[in-house]
């Protein structure tokens, strides 16, 4: 079966960092064409935009669409109308409630529409969803920690409305926390600390919980130095487990069950292709739900100014 072509829209750092090694190391599918306004591959054809792209794209069967979240809703709108399926980066769009139409407009069109977590292909994800499915739960603390000089340097649109601000890597935390405990979760309380020069959150505070009660906390702050902090502890009635560098290793009291180097984007490849090739979508809005609940419902104060 021909490999699926596909093209990367917004090659800028996770595209560069993962979607190309991993595209490179997945069977079946190649990296056919990039569009992005500043930005080519060497070897590969380019298009400043999407939009010229799709008007000369009969060779063209997907995008990965990498740029940044607010522009993304209306990008597979065109995408999904000129007939190629879609991989969305997370978090999956500005809003929850863009993603309704682009769901029902690859339905209608018979493509994929494929809503990435890749923190949920972290190695150490699926055995604590095991773990966690035989066993009560009695509470769990997030610490997701980094800093943004680090790992987003000089991006503006993650301080722009619909950037997420701090919850654009915390979203990752959520996409684990919905898929391993057992129960659907949401937000008790929230508080979000913003710099007086933007528009999003550089810390927050949450309080989630699920229908059994269980107490959920998540401490999140972006500017975080030194050792950064991706962890999910998880008290049970079978003692505490750890989840930490962002899924990648699992210890359970103590004893290390899975510490593996992480290659979460050749896991999402291999499932575009699998879900390409079975006619399917993907789409979970979960994450991206509770983030939104956590602005409905948080209070708010002010943090020192933010720049880079
Ligand atoms: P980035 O470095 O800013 O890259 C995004 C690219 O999109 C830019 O280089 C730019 O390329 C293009 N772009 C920017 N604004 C645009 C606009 N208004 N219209 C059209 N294209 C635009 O951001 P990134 O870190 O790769 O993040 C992109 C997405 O990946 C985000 O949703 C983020 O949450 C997710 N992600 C990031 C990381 C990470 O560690 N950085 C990890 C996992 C997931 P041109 O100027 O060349 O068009």
């Given amino acids: ?13 996770i595209a560069r960092d993962q979607h190309i090694p991993a595209i490179a190391a997945t069977e079946g599918i190649e990296l056919a064409a990039v569009a992005s306004r500043n930005a080519a591959l060497d070897g590969v054809a380019h298009f400043a935009t999407l939009d010229d792209l799709l008007a000369d794209s009969a060779d063209i069967d997907a995008v990965a669409l990498c740029t940044p979240p607010q522009v993304r809703r209306a990008q597979a709108e065109a995408a999904l109308a000129a007939g190629k399926h879609v991989l969305l980066e997370k978090p999956p769009g500005a809003t929850v409630s863009e993603l309704g139409p682009l769901v029902a407009a690859a339905e209608a069109s018979g493509r994929t529409l494929f809503a990435t977590w890749h923190s949920r292909f972290a190695p150490a994800v699926e055995p604590a969803r095991t773990f966690l499915a035989e066993r009560a739960i009695r509470s769990v603390i997030i610490e997701w920690k980094e800093d943004v000089r680090v790992w987003h340097p000089g991006q503006e649109w993650i301080w722009e409305p619909g950037g997420l601000g701090v919850f654009d890597p915390a979203i990752n935390a959520l996409s684990i926390l919905t898929q391993i405990l057992p129960r659907p979760v949401f937000v008790t309380k929230a508080h ?47 003692g505490q487990i750890v989840l930490s560098s962002g899924g990648a ?60």
Wanted: charged share 25%; net charge negative; hydrophobic share 50%.
């Fill in 1 to 13: 079966m021909a490999p699926i072509r596909l093209a990367i829209v917004g090659l800028g750092k």
């Fill in 192 to 238: 979000l600390a913003f710099p007086t020069n933007r528009d999003a959150p550089i810390a927050a505070e949450l309080g989630l919980s699920d229908v059994a009660g269980i107490p959920i906390r998540a401490e999140l702050d972006f500017l975080q130095t030194g050792p950064q902090t991706w962890d999910i502890r998880i008290e049970t009635e079978a």
């Fill in 249 to 308: 290793r699992l210890v359970h009291d103590g004893a290390v069950l899975v510490d593996e180097k992480e290659a979460e984007y050749r896991g999402i490849y291999a499932r575009f292709v699998e879900l390409v090739r079975g006619g399917r979508s993907d789409v979970d809005l979960a994450p991206l739900a509770l983030v939104a609940d956590a602005f409905l419902l948080g209070r708010r104060s002010i943090a020192e100014p933010f720049e880079y």
